[in-house]
């Protein structure tokens, strides 16, 4: 992936941009954005998009726009439309030094409500030298139950499956319990013991000369990064399918990983404190999501 590892001396750089009277304004990144009404601060009630910002650009902009119009119609949000977050894009963007690996991140909420209109705000950092450090030498992770059936957030839409929510508290509960037992990561299951997601991640495995991932219908977000993988996968000739796995079906995997936008393909090295290795088939992984 190019730009790896140049998240450098500017680890304090920030851009913020708000959508403000119809234009996207850059603000002082030490400058407040949000009223303290704001639906997404006080109820979480919002969406978000993580997008990797690669040699000053954003070359995978439109997958996460098109899925950030599926998490607002799941919350009933009103979407200002793709051009609004393209510009605000474009705005926190303006400057930013190309050598920089960055993480953007496109917010829409709820607004302070009363018939205001929504807010829509873009920022924009550097990568964290963490995450750099784990694409490069993979994860730990630990199983930890999510406490649902499988199948529960498909017939249940009041609970938001698929719709990338700010609602995150429980996703990074399960980080600090995972960072508690000695773990980098999760890997979340079901009631019945089927694998879902990472808090933050997509799970793929290589097993029988094929890649898998859980199947959407079980509530999991529709990982932009997994969607690339396979795509590129198939074009080469390897096999892709979408599985009800669990976590013995990783334990005798070839490889295991966790996919990101930002992070890309972090190699799970350790899983529930059992050693495995990754059949060298991570190189191939991070070869085709970066072409």
Known sequence: MPGVGQSGPVTEQRSVAIWRDGAAVAVPADEPVLTASDQGLVRGDGVFESVAVVDGATPHLAAHLARMQRSAALLELDHPGDDVWRALADTVLDGWPAGTEGLLRLFLTRGPGDGAPPTALALLAPVPEETVRQRTSGVSVVSLSLGVPADLRAQAPWLL??????????????????????ADDVVLTSLEGQLLEGPTSTVAWAAGGTLHTPPVETGILPGTTVARLFERAEETGWPTARTRGTVDDLHAADAVWLLSGVRG???????????????????RVQELLAR
């Open 161 to 182: 499956g698929g719709a990338k929510t700010l609602s995150y508290a429980v996703n990074m509960a399960a980080y600090r319990h995972a960072h508690r037992l000695g």
């Open 265 to 283: 393909a972090a190699a799970v090295h350790t899983l529930d404190g059992v050693r495995r290795t990754d059949a060298g088939l991570t190189a």
